[in-house]
């Protein structure tokens, strides 16, 4: 299995308050993804990043910050928590992008409930 | 209406048997196609890549329809394992992201 950990595994949090969530990966790889999972949809991009401090916004990214300072580490911030927010978040990795299509790798996710 | 759409099921098919489910994308400039494969409360992983000339790994067998917009995933022989959820992905080559169906989830009985 690809080196992915997400920290924390659960959380539970109020409206208004900011979360952190963070993904690590030991593979050098350069592509790194925030994925929303919710019931009937699919999985939703966020943010992803192509590099050190390179990031993009995805379809749903409103309401949510990254930052990638070092290759390995990609943190997704939730500014104010809202309930709508309330999802499981996977991260991925890839090792490129570009005009083919390389394999995306999951972490096994966060769940995160906003009360 | 949704980019990749697929049957949300849940498909309940007994041991043994041959199962099949079809994912329908609407951007017909799509690239590349492939299937996941989540496990209940798992993250999901890449079960294989659909070929235009359709490509077939053991029990499993993957189809693309170009002109109808279809990809389609068989599987035979069906096992208790295969139990969970599959995805149908879209490679967008405009903006180099993947596009994710909700799932077909798929139950295996003894």
């Known amino acids: 299995d690809a080196g992915i950990t997400q920290s924390p595994r659960h959380k539970v949090t109020e409206t208004g308050t900011p979360v952190t969530l963070r993904c690590h990966q030991t593979?050098?790889?350069?592509?790194m993804y925030w994925y929303r999972q919710d019931p009937g949809h699919g999985l939703r991009l966020i943010h992803y990043?192509?590099?050190?401090?390179?990031?993009d916004k995805g379809e749903v990214s409103d309401g949510y910050s990254v930052s990638r300072s070092k290759t390995e580490d990609f943190l997704l911030t939730l500014e104010s928590a809202t309930s709508s927010q309330t999802s499981v978040y996977f991260c991925?990795?890839?090792?490129?992008?570009?005009?083919?299509?390389?394999?995306?790798?999951f972490g096994p996710g966060t769940r995160l409930t906003v009360l | 209406r949704k980019e990749v759409e697929q049957d949300p099921g849940p498909f309940n098919v007994p041991e043994g048997a041959t199962v099949a489910f079809n994912c329908t994308y609407s951007?017909?400039?799509?690239?590349?196609f492939f299937w996941y494969r989540q496990d209940c409360r798992k993250e999901p992983k890449l079960l294989m890549s659909?070929?235009?000339?359709?490509n077939e790994d053991g029990r499993f067998t993957a189809q693309l329809n170009r002109a109808s917009q279809y990809i389609s995933l068989l599987i035979r022989d069906s096992k208790l394992s295969d139990s969970a959820t599959y995805l149908c992905?879209?490679?967008?080559?405009?903006?180099?992201?993947?596009?994710w169906g909700a799932g077909t989830k798929l139950i295996i009985k003894p």
């Open positions: 951007n017909s400039a799509s690239q590349s």
């Open positions: 593979e050098n790889h350069r592509y």
């Open positions: 990043s192509y590099g050190v401090k390179d990031t």
């Open positions: 991925a990795i890839s090792p490129s992008s570009g005009d083919s299509y390389n394999e995306q790798f």
């Open positions: 992905v879209v490679f967008m080559d405009s903006n180099y992201q993947l596009i």
């Open positions: 659909v070929y235009s000339s359709g």
